[in-house]
């Protein structure tokens, strides 16, 4: 059974980092494009970073450009989001998600439409 784990959350300093990390099962992450998605309070969930099945290619909602990255590990099957100089408007709960077709293109990678298989998710909160 194809599923997904979120762990790396927590309370955090504005200006201070995290590492989220994904853990995938079921099936190798190689075949697979992934993503990072959010969800704040009152708002509707928003992909932060996704990353295609093969080229590895990246992409990044620009609120997140040049603080956030994504990564991935074939060995341990999984994905990764660094998170710099974090701001309160990044708090949210955090998800991991994969679509069962395994790969999105590039013009909907970080659509939340196109990810079928979500994790439970994981907390941020930014605040002094």
């Known amino acids: 059974q194809l599923e997904v784990a979120e762990s790396g959350g927590g309370l955090v300093q504005p200006g201070g980092s995290l590492r989220l990390s994904c853990v995938v099962s079921?099936?190798?992450?190689?075949?697979?494009?992934i993503g990072w998605f959010r969800q704040a309070p009152g708002k509707e969930r928003e992909g932060v970073s996704c990353?295609?099945?093969?080229?590895?290619?990246?992409k990044y909602a620009d609120s997140v450009k040049g603080r956030f990255t994504i990564s991935r590990d074939f060995a341990k099957n999984a994905v990764y989001l660094q998170m710099e100089n974090l701001k309160a408007e990044d708090a949210a709960d955090y998800y991991c998600?994969?679509?069962?077709?395994?790969?999105?293109?590039?013009?909907?990678?970080?659509?939340?439409?196109?990810?079928?298989?979500w994790g439970q998710g994981t907390q941020v909160t930014v605040s002094s």
């Open positions: 990353i295609m099945a093969g080229s590895g290619n990246k």
């Open positions: 998600a994969i679509p069962k077709a395994g790969i999105v293109n590039m013009r909907n990678l970080c659509v939340v439409e196109f990810y079928d298989i």
């Open positions: 079921g099936a190798s992450l190689e075949y697979f494009s």
